[in-house]
């Protein structure tokens, strides 16, 4: 498909000519001039309820945005995506991670071949195996059940699991223990299984690949860890499971092919986490569990798929996004889940959106003039209130913010006060996004009686643009619904800036250096080397700190 330049499209200049006229209102304007406001720019589906009326946006806004969608053909590439047409040109594959949670019996054909017959063998192959591990039946090499699961990964192969297993702690086996080695460190893996029996240690190996220097490395300590304890190398059938597309490198490890979940070419790393790369998140809740999961992100699947774009919540987030970033300029999002199990959730979509919307370069190759994918950061409130927030209040920059809150808690515990922690949790949630729209004037800090020398400093500005996602509570379902919610936003972005969101070619050359440097770095003799002054000298240090 030929595609006209994004900024040079006349849906693009109407934007431009909006913003002229929008871009220096005020939300207490934008609020002032429609008491409905607040319920007139907020949507739900599937059990979620966007609210962005505090975003520097007004109904003509939205209807621009969807124009310039339907420029960029967004229905048609959605299409594209879920029938499964190789829209990940520069990989030459399709986009199907909606397959992973398409209902038994459904059909979708990837070179006449019905995957999602695949995708349910593999689940059901999963679901016998946690059954198994779950009930004790599945015996360690010397007969003691499994009380302890690690699964190594990295990147898409680890965010995604630690994510889910954080997320949905409530609903996981608290008699069995779940711990995730990614980093090369070799303290990760110390730290991990430190404390644990090997007999009763069972680690899952997660590499869609089966190539990633972290995780092979990972791998191999932790085969040699079990095979030391339990003293044949015949323990690792019993030890050591494989997720991967790989069967050939899963064999070449050493890791029995009937004991490897496999999935396919058409997963991006980044979306696999309801793939079997979530063996752990199923071990830890169960394969019901699983499923309900699978059922939240089919259900925002359906309604990205079918609902028409003023009304289609990954559309409205993602084409708000491009808005945010193109137009008001701002280079990162905040995202702050009011929700202790949501902590690993910023990290986790730091690699959805950034590793596939960090790009400089048009699905054809052009440079771009444009700015893409922006810098995703958060920590859970209300700890982040105490500490970066002031720069969002107050600060030079525009940090767009989601927060993200429940109506119920997992964890009532009656507060001093009166209510429940859990109401205290929300009213910071909900008093944050007030402030930061709203501001308090100089006028205002006056009337309270500050002295003229520090009313510049405690006056806000305001109009800090935030949207927020409410939902009954955090189950699996709920999670599900989160992050297709996400998924499909990226997607959106992606289409809009022209950008193929699910390559990464830029994780490559810093790989490549690496292997270089190694060499460099373990060379007996000293190396001559023909980097550049800065790296020749680290590689120096290094080695002499190191050797003493
Ligand atoms: O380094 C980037 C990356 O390729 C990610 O995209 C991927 O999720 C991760 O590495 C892990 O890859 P694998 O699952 O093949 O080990």
Redesign the pocket.
């Known amino acids: 498909m030929s595609h006209a330049t994004l900024t040079g499209l006349p849906q693009w200049q109407a934007l431009q000519r909006h913003f002229r006229d929008i871009g220096g209102k005020h939300l207490r304007e934008l609020f002032g001039a429609d008491p409905k406001r607040g319920e007139a720019l907020a949507v739900e589906a599937v059990g979620l309820y966007l609210d962005y009326s505090k975003q520097r946006v007004d109904a003509d806004t939205l209807r621009l945005l969807c124009e310039l969608a339907g420029a960029r053909q967004l229905p048609q590439r959605i299409e594209a995506m879920f029938s499964g047409r190789r829209i990940n040109t520069t990989e030459d594959r399709a986009v199907l991670h909606a397959a992973l949670r398409a209902p038994r019996g459904e059909k979708i054909l990837v070179d006449g071949h019905d995957v999602v017959a695949d995708v349910h063998a593999v689940l059901d192959r999963m679901a016998a195996f946690s059954e198994q591990v779950r009930s004790g039946a599945w015996k360690g090499h010397s007969g003691k059940p499994i009380r302890n699961v690690i699964s190594i990964?990295?990147?898409?192969?680890?965010l995604g699991p630690v994510m889910a297993y954080e997320a949905l702690r409530d609903y996981s086996r608290r008699d069995m223990t779940f711990r995730f080695v990614s980093n090369v460190d070799g303290t990760d893996f110390a730290e991990a299984v430190r404390d644990l029996d090997p007999a009763e240690t069972l680690f899952i190996v997660?590499?869609?690949?089966?190539?990633?220097l972290e995780?092979l490395t990972n791998a191999h300590a932790a085969r040699a860890w079990s095979v030391a304890a339990l003293g044949e190398e015949s323990a690792v059938a019993k030890h050591f499971v494989a997720v991967?597309t790989n069967a050939e490198g899963v064999a070449k490890f050493g890791i029995d092919t009937a004991n490897m979940f496999g999935f396919w070419d058409w997963v991006?790393?980044?979306y696999?986490m309801d793939s079997a790369?979530g063996l752990s998140t199923m071990l830890a809740i169960g394969a019901h569990g699983f499923r309900e999961m699978l059922a939240g992100f089919h259900a925002m699947d359906e309604h990205f798929r079918h609902t028409p774009l003023q009304h289609n919540l990954p559309a409205i987030m993602g084409l708000l996004g491009v808005w945010n970033a193109n137009f008001l300029g701002a280079a990162t999002v905040a995202v702050l889940p009011y929700e202790q199990y949501l902590k690993r959730f910023p990290a986790y979509l730091q690699?959805l959106t950034m590793?596939s919307n960090g790009k400089h370069v048009t699905l054809d190759g052009a440079a771009i003039d444009y700015a893409t994918g922006p810098i995703y950061w958060g920590e859970p409130g209300t700890n982040g209130q105490h500490s970066f927030y002031q720069l969002i209040h107050q600060g030079t920059h525009i940090v767009p913010c989601d927060f993200i809150g429940f109506g119920q808690t997992l964890n009532p515990i009656p507060a001093q006060g009166g209510g429940d922690q859990h109401d205290l949790l929300m009213a910071n949630l909900i008093a944050q996004g007030e402030a930061l729209a709203f501001g308090k004037t100089a006028d205002e800090v006056r009337a309270e009686g500050t002295a003229e020398a520090l009313v510049a400093h405690r006056t806000f500005e305001g109009n800090r643009p935030s949207s927020t996602i409410l939902a009954s509570r955090l189950t699996p379902h709920s999670l599900g619904t989160l992050i297709a919610l996400y998924e499909h936003s990226v997607f959106v972005q992606g289409v809009i800036w022209d950008i193929d969101s699910f390559d990464?070619w830029g994780?490559e050359l810093g790989?490549q250096l690496a292997k270089a440097t190694i060499a460099e770095l373990i060379a007996k003799d000293e190396p001559s080397l023909d980097h550049d002054s800065s790296t020749n000298t680290l590689i120096r240090r290094y080695r002499q700190l190191r050797d003493g």
């Open positions: 990964g990295i990147g898409g192969s680890d997660c590499s869609k690949t089966f190539t990633t995780t991967s991006g790393g980044r696999s790369i690699q590793e990464q994780v790989k």
